[in-house]
């Protein structure tokens, strides 16, 4: 069974950096590409960023891309998300996720319980 | 980018009643359109890809429909397990992925 933890989530002060993992298992992590997925307390889902199964390419958010960097670590089945430059706007809760299959059309039916990451002074 | 508009933002249905929710795409998306369903404080489940397949273990209550641009989740009679916000997700064209604004329904 697929399981997704993240970790790494707190509250950091406007401009400060944070660093989330997600630890994988259950499934060939480094066959899949990974994504990060946020949601504004009491907001709709909002997509972060994509990782390669490899970690070759990398898409952003344009809300994120300068701030935040997506890497992984296959031998480690972890995957990361750096966030620097940190505003209140990205206070949310943020999601791992992975796609149901590695299709370039993806869809999430794997889900981490999610790190709550709160951006105030 | 591609927008996901879904409507209404809130429905009122009693159990055992039917809910329809609809989600439109700003240009055409195929049939590249999935459906989420999230209950407070959990992440969201994978109720329908490929706009009408059900993921594994999704009970046959749940149906999607559409292509192109307008899209609709159909539950065919509400259990009190289903009251929940539902998000429509386009992957067609991509980065970005989008999500539709969310549907709640509620219990009249």
């Known amino acids: 069974q697929v399981q997704l933890v993240e970790s790494g989530g707190g509250v950091v002060q406007p401009g400060g950096s944070l660093r989330l993992s997600c630890a994988a298992s259950g499934f060939t992590f480094s066959s899949y590409g990974m994504h990060w997925v946020r949601q504004a307390p009491g907001k709709g889902l909002e997509w972060v960023a994509f990782?390669?199964?490899?970690?070759?390419?990398?898409y952003y958010a344009d809300s994120v891309k300068g701030r935040f960097t997506i890497s992984r670590d296959n031998s480690k089945n972890t995957l990361y998300l750096q966030m620097n430059s940190l505003r209140g706007e990205d206070t949310a809760v943020y999601y791992c996720?992975?796609?149901?299959?590695?299709?370039?059309?993806?869809?999430?039916?794997?889900w981490g319980q999610g790190t709550l990451v709160t951006v105030s002074s | 980018e591609i927008v996901m508009t879904q409507s209404p933002a809130t429905l009122s249905v009693s159990p055992g009643e039917r809910a329809t929710l609809s989600c439109r795409a700003s240009q055409s998306i195929s049939s590249n359109l999935a459906w989420y369903q999230q209950k407070p404080g959990q992440a969201p489940r994978l109720l329908i890809y490929g706009a009408s397949t059900r993921a594994t273990g999704i009970p046959a209550r749940f149906s999607g429909s559409g292509s192109g641009t307008d899209f609709t989740l159909t539950i065919s009679s509400l259990q009190s397990e289903d009251f929940a916000v539902y998000y429509c997700?386009?992957?067609?064209?991509?980065?970005?992925?989008?999500f539709g604004g969310g549907s709640k329904v509620e219990i009249k």
């Open positions: 996720a992975k796609p149901y299959s590695t299709s370039p059309r993806p869809h999430f039916d794997s």
């Open positions: 997700q386009q992957s067609n064209n991509w980065p970005p992925l989008t």
């Open positions: 990782i390669q199964s490899d970690g070759t390419n990398k």
